[in-house]
Protein backbone atom coordinates (compact mmCIF):
# COMPACT_ATOMS: atom_id res chain seq x y z
CA UNK A 1 0.00 0.00 0.00
CA UNK A 2 0.99 3.75 -1.08
CA UNK A 3 1.31 6.50 1.59
CA UNK A 4 0.06 9.94 0.55
CA UNK A 5 1.63 11.73 3.83
CA UNK A 6 2.11 10.68 7.28
CA UNK A 7 2.38 12.82 10.29
CA UNK A 8 5.50 11.51 12.76
CA UNK A 9 5.40 12.80 15.79
CA UNK A 10 8.87 12.60 18.04
CA UNK A 11 10.62 12.59 14.48
CA UNK A 12 14.22 12.90 15.69
CA UNK A 13 13.59 9.69 17.45
CA UNK A 14 16.73 6.97 16.06
CA UNK A 15 13.52 4.44 15.38
CA UNK A 16 11.20 7.24 13.95
CA UNK A 17 14.24 8.97 12.12
CA UNK A 18 14.95 4.98 10.43
CA UNK A 19 11.18 4.26 9.97
CA UNK A 20 10.74 7.64 8.10
CA UNK A 21 14.09 6.37 5.49
CA UNK A 22 12.62 3.57 5.04
CA UNK A 23 9.09 4.47 3.94
CA UNK A 24 10.69 6.99 1.49
CA UNK A 25 9.54 5.40 -2.07
CA UNK A 26 6.50 4.14 -0.70
CA UNK A 27 5.16 7.55 1.05
CA UNK A 28 5.40 10.72 -0.61
CA UNK A 29 5.28 13.92 2.08
CA UNK A 30 6.38 13.75 5.61
CA UNK A 31 5.39 16.10 8.23
CA UNK A 32 7.41 15.91 11.17
CA UNK A 33 6.85 17.27 14.55
CA UNK A 34 9.34 17.46 17.17
CA UNK A 35 11.23 18.84 20.11
CA UNK A 36 15.32 19.39 18.99
CA UNK A 37 14.83 22.09 16.56
CA UNK A 38 18.14 21.11 15.04
CA UNK A 39 17.81 17.48 15.23
CA UNK A 40 14.53 17.91 13.08
CA UNK A 41 16.18 19.88 10.90
CA UNK A 42 19.05 17.16 10.11
CA UNK A 43 16.00 14.69 9.63
CA UNK A 44 14.33 16.29 7.11
CA UNK A 45 17.15 17.20 5.07
CA UNK A 46 18.20 13.50 5.16
CA UNK A 47 14.23 13.11 4.14
CA UNK A 48 14.51 15.52 1.33
CA UNK A 49 18.20 14.42 0.22
CA UNK A 50 16.16 10.69 -0.90
CA UNK A 51 13.73 12.95 -2.62
CA UNK A 52 10.38 13.83 -0.10
CA UNK A 53 8.43 16.51 0.44
CA UNK A 54 9.30 17.00 4.23
CA UNK A 55 6.97 19.79 6.10
CA UNK A 56 8.36 20.30 10.16
CA UNK A 57 6.55 21.89 13.25
CA UNK A 58 7.91 22.15 16.88
CA UNK A 59 6.53 19.88 19.29
CA UNK A 60 7.12 19.62 23.31
CA UNK A 61 4.93 16.61 24.75
CA UNK A 62 5.50 18.36 28.33
CA UNK A 63 4.03 21.66 26.98
CA UNK A 64 1.83 21.23 24.23
CA UNK A 65 -0.94 19.58 24.87
CA UNK A 66 -3.22 21.45 23.08
CA UNK A 67 -2.14 21.59 20.12
CA UNK A 68 -3.88 20.23 17.16
CA UNK A 69 -1.33 18.75 15.51
CA UNK A 70 -3.46 16.91 12.55
CA UNK A 71 -4.87 20.19 11.95
CA UNK A 72 -1.35 21.62 11.68
CA UNK A 73 -0.42 18.66 9.51
CA UNK A 74 -4.04 19.20 7.15
CA UNK A 75 -3.23 22.90 6.40
CA UNK A 76 0.36 22.07 5.12
CA UNK A 77 -0.58 19.17 3.11
CA UNK A 78 -3.33 20.97 1.03
CA UNK A 79 -6.37 20.20 2.93
CA UNK A 80 -5.67 16.54 3.34
CA UNK A 81 -5.42 14.89 6.68
CA UNK A 82 -2.06 12.76 6.69
CA UNK A 83 -2.98 8.93 5.99
CA UNK A 84 -0.76 7.81 8.80
CA UNK A 85 0.35 9.10 12.15
CA UNK A 86 3.11 7.27 14.15
CA UNK A 87 3.70 8.44 17.69
CA UNK A 88 7.36 7.69 18.40
CA UNK A 89 8.47 10.34 21.26
CA UNK A 90 8.81 8.55 25.09
CA UNK A 91 11.73 9.04 27.74
CA UNK A 92 13.70 6.03 29.81
CA UNK A 93 14.83 7.69 32.96
CA UNK A 94 17.49 5.97 35.00
CA UNK A 95 15.30 3.40 37.11
CA UNK A 96 17.21 4.56 40.29
CA UNK A 97 16.68 8.69 39.60
CA UNK A 98 13.07 7.97 39.20
CA UNK A 99 11.76 5.13 41.75
CA UNK A 100 11.57 7.50 44.70
CA UNK A 101 10.96 10.93 42.52
CA UNK A 102 8.10 11.83 41.81
CA UNK A 103 8.51 15.09 39.83
CA UNK A 104 10.18 12.76 37.32
CA UNK A 105 7.75 10.51 37.56
CA UNK A 106 4.92 12.42 37.11
CA UNK A 107 7.67 14.37 33.66
CA UNK A 108 7.89 10.38 32.28
CA UNK A 109 4.24 10.12 32.69
CA UNK A 110 3.60 13.59 31.10
CA UNK A 111 5.73 12.59 27.66
CA UNK A 112 5.34 8.76 27.35
CA UNK A 113 1.71 8.33 28.38
CA UNK A 114 -0.64 11.62 28.65
CA UNK A 115 0.81 13.66 25.47
CA UNK A 116 0.67 10.02 23.73
CA UNK A 117 -3.21 9.45 24.54
CA UNK A 118 -4.00 12.89 23.92
CA UNK A 119 -2.39 13.20 20.92
CA UNK A 120 -4.45 9.65 20.18
CA UNK A 121 -7.71 11.50 20.62
CA UNK A 122 -7.33 14.13 18.33
CA UNK A 123 -6.54 11.67 15.80
CA UNK A 124 -9.32 9.42 16.55
CA UNK A 125 -11.62 12.34 16.02
CA UNK A 126 -10.29 13.25 12.91
CA UNK A 127 -9.99 9.85 11.33
CA UNK A 128 -13.56 8.96 12.38
CA UNK A 129 -14.42 11.83 10.67
CA UNK A 130 -13.30 11.07 7.51
CA UNK A 131 -13.38 7.22 7.59
CA UNK A 132 -9.95 5.97 7.28
CA UNK A 133 -6.02 6.32 8.94
CA UNK A 134 -3.56 4.46 10.41
CA UNK A 135 -2.78 5.07 13.93
CA UNK A 136 0.74 3.43 15.12
CA UNK A 137 2.13 4.18 18.48
CA UNK A 138 5.33 2.73 19.51
CA UNK A 139 4.87 1.03 22.55
CA UNK A 140 7.72 -1.36 24.11
CA UNK A 141 7.84 -5.03 25.07
CA UNK A 142 8.78 -4.21 28.38
CA UNK A 143 4.70 -3.36 28.85
CA UNK A 144 3.75 -6.87 29.12
CA UNK A 145 5.76 -7.22 32.66
CA UNK A 146 6.86 -5.45 35.54
CA UNK A 147 10.09 -6.71 36.09
CA UNK A 148 12.85 -4.89 39.02
CA UNK A 149 13.97 -2.28 37.14
CA UNK A 150 12.65 0.75 34.81
CA UNK A 151 8.58 -0.46 35.83
CA UNK A 152 7.61 3.16 35.88
CA UNK A 153 8.41 3.13 32.16
CA UNK A 154 6.66 -0.02 31.63
CA UNK A 155 3.58 1.38 33.16
CA UNK A 156 3.66 4.12 31.14
CA UNK A 157 3.57 2.15 27.64
CA UNK A 158 1.16 -1.00 29.34
CA UNK A 159 -1.40 2.35 29.52
CA UNK A 160 -0.64 2.86 25.91
CA UNK A 161 -1.09 -0.75 24.90
CA UNK A 162 -4.63 -0.83 26.53
CA UNK A 163 -6.09 2.30 25.64
CA UNK A 164 -4.52 1.13 21.76
CA UNK A 165 -6.65 -2.26 22.05
CA UNK A 166 -9.81 -0.36 22.78
CA UNK A 167 -9.32 1.92 20.04
CA UNK A 168 -9.01 -1.05 17.58
CA UNK A 169 -11.92 -2.78 18.71
CA UNK A 170 -13.74 0.15 18.14
CA UNK A 171 -12.24 0.73 14.85
CA UNK A 172 -13.06 -2.33 13.61
CA UNK A 173 -16.83 -1.66 14.41
CA UNK A 174 -16.70 1.10 11.67
CA UNK A 175 -14.40 0.33 8.84
CA UNK A 176 -11.56 -1.59 7.67
CA UNK A 177 -10.07 1.61 6.31
CA UNK A 178 -9.51 2.35 10.30
CA UNK A 179 -6.14 0.50 11.58
CA UNK A 180 -3.97 0.70 14.96
CA UNK A 181 -1.04 -0.36 15.19
CA UNK A 182 0.55 -1.28 18.82
CA UNK A 183 4.26 -0.97 17.83
CA UNK A 184 6.05 -3.44 20.71
CA UNK A 185 10.20 -3.57 20.04
CA UNK A 186 12.33 -5.36 22.54
CA UNK A 187 15.71 -3.67 22.81
CA UNK A 188 17.10 -1.47 20.12
CA UNK A 189 20.78 0.83 20.58
CA UNK A 190 19.33 4.17 20.41
CA UNK A 191 20.37 7.13 22.39
CA UNK A 192 17.23 6.27 24.92
CA UNK A 193 18.80 3.06 25.58
CA UNK A 194 22.62 4.14 25.92
CA UNK A 195 22.89 3.94 29.64
CA UNK A 196 21.66 0.48 29.81
CA UNK A 197 24.87 -2.23 31.10
CA UNK A 198 22.67 -5.00 30.07
CA UNK A 199 20.29 -5.28 26.96
CA UNK A 200 18.93 -8.80 25.64
CA UNK A 201 19.23 -9.46 22.31
CA UNK A 202 19.62 -5.80 20.72
CA UNK A 203 18.51 -4.92 17.44
CA UNK A 204 19.49 -1.88 15.46
CA UNK A 205 16.60 0.91 14.67
CA UNK A 206 17.51 0.40 10.93
CA UNK A 207 16.11 -3.29 11.20
CA UNK A 208 13.05 -2.04 13.60
CA UNK A 209 12.30 1.13 11.48
CA UNK A 210 12.50 -1.02 8.53
CA UNK A 211 9.76 -3.20 10.11
CA UNK A 212 7.95 -0.43 11.51
CA UNK A 213 7.73 1.13 7.93
CA UNK A 214 6.37 -2.48 6.37
CA UNK A 215 3.58 -2.50 9.13
CA UNK A 216 2.60 1.10 8.71
CA UNK A 217 2.48 0.33 4.64
CA UNK A 218 1.01 -3.32 4.78
CA UNK A 219 -2.55 -4.02 5.84
CA UNK A 220 -2.47 -5.76 9.45
CA UNK A 221 -3.03 -4.08 12.76
CA UNK A 222 -2.73 -5.40 16.24
CA UNK A 223 -0.01 -5.53 18.77
CA UNK A 224 3.06 -6.22 16.79
CA UNK A 225 6.40 -7.38 18.45
CA UNK A 226 9.38 -6.61 16.32
CA UNK A 227 11.44 -8.93 15.89
CA UNK A 228 8.21 -11.45 16.19
CA UNK A 229 9.41 -13.62 18.55
CA UNK A 230 9.34 -11.05 21.39
CA UNK A 231 5.72 -12.45 21.83
CA UNK A 232 6.54 -15.93 22.87
CA UNK A 233 9.08 -14.66 24.88
CA UNK A 234 6.67 -11.84 26.51
CA UNK A 235 3.94 -14.69 26.46
CA UNK A 236 5.98 -16.80 28.98
CA UNK A 237 7.10 -13.88 30.84
CA UNK A 238 3.98 -13.09 32.05
CA UNK A 239 3.31 -16.68 33.19
CA UNK A 240 7.15 -16.45 35.34
CA UNK A 241 6.27 -16.59 38.76
CA UNK A 242 7.64 -13.40 41.13
CA UNK A 243 10.64 -15.46 42.17
CA UNK A 244 11.86 -16.40 38.29
CA UNK A 245 11.18 -12.63 37.52
CA UNK A 246 13.55 -11.61 40.46
CA UNK A 247 16.79 -13.13 38.97
CA UNK A 248 16.15 -10.71 35.69
CA UNK A 249 17.71 -7.67 36.20
CA UNK A 250 16.92 -6.00 32.86
N1 LIG B 1 15.38 1.90 22.26
C1 LIG B 1 14.71 0.85 22.73
O1 LIG B 1 15.28 -0.17 23.20
C2 LIG B 1 13.20 0.85 22.67
C3 LIG B 1 12.53 -0.35 22.94
C4 LIG B 1 11.13 -0.36 22.90
C5 LIG B 1 10.44 0.79 22.61
N2 LIG B 1 11.13 1.96 22.37
C6 LIG B 1 10.35 3.15 22.08
O2 LIG B 1 10.71 3.63 20.81
C7 LIG B 1 10.41 5.03 20.74
C8 LIG B 1 11.58 5.76 20.13
O3 LIG B 1 12.70 5.68 21.03
P1 LIG B 1 14.21 5.59 20.53
O4 LIG B 1 14.75 4.32 21.03
O5 LIG B 1 14.28 5.92 19.07
O6 LIG B 1 14.89 6.71 21.42
P2 LIG B 1 15.50 8.16 21.11
O7 LIG B 1 16.30 8.16 19.86
O8 LIG B 1 16.16 8.56 22.38
O9 LIG B 1 14.19 9.04 20.87
C9 LIG B 1 13.40 9.54 21.90
C10 LIG B 1 12.65 10.71 21.29
O10 LIG B 1 11.71 11.21 22.24
C11 LIG B 1 11.75 12.61 22.11
N3 LIG B 1 11.26 13.32 23.29
C12 LIG B 1 11.64 13.14 24.57
N4 LIG B 1 11.01 14.02 25.36
C13 LIG B 1 10.21 14.77 24.55
C14 LIG B 1 9.32 15.84 24.75
N5 LIG B 1 9.11 16.37 25.97
N6 LIG B 1 8.66 16.35 23.69
C15 LIG B 1 8.86 15.86 22.45
N7 LIG B 1 9.71 14.85 22.18
C16 LIG B 1 10.37 14.31 23.22
C17 LIG B 1 13.20 12.94 21.87
O11 LIG B 1 13.27 14.24 21.33
P3 LIG B 1 14.60 15.16 21.39
O12 LIG B 1 15.29 14.90 20.08
O13 LIG B 1 14.07 16.53 21.51
O14 LIG B 1 15.38 14.73 22.59
C18 LIG B 1 13.57 11.84 20.88
O15 LIG B 1 13.21 12.21 19.58
C19 LIG B 1 10.05 5.46 22.17
O16 LIG B 1 8.65 5.52 22.29
C20 LIG B 1 10.60 4.32 23.01
O17 LIG B 1 9.92 4.21 24.24
C21 LIG B 1 12.48 2.01 22.38
Known amino acids: MSLSSILIVGATSAIAEQTALALVG?????????RNHERLLGVAGRLRARG?????????????????????????LGGELPDAVLIA???LPRHEEVV??????????????????TLCTAVCRHFEE????????????AAD???????????????LDVYLDGVRLRWKLRSSQLRVLTIKPGY??????????????????ERVGAAIARLIAGRRDGRRYIPWWWRPIMAIARLLPDRVMLSIKQ
Open 130 to 141: RGSGVLAVISSV
Open 145 to 159: RGRVNNFLYAASKAA
Open 100 to 117: HDPIMAHRTLEINTVSVL
Open 188 to 205: VRTPMTAHLERMLFPASP
Open 89 to 91: HAV
Open 52 to 76: ATVYTFAYDAERMHDVDLLAQARQV
Open 26 to 34: RCKRFVLAA
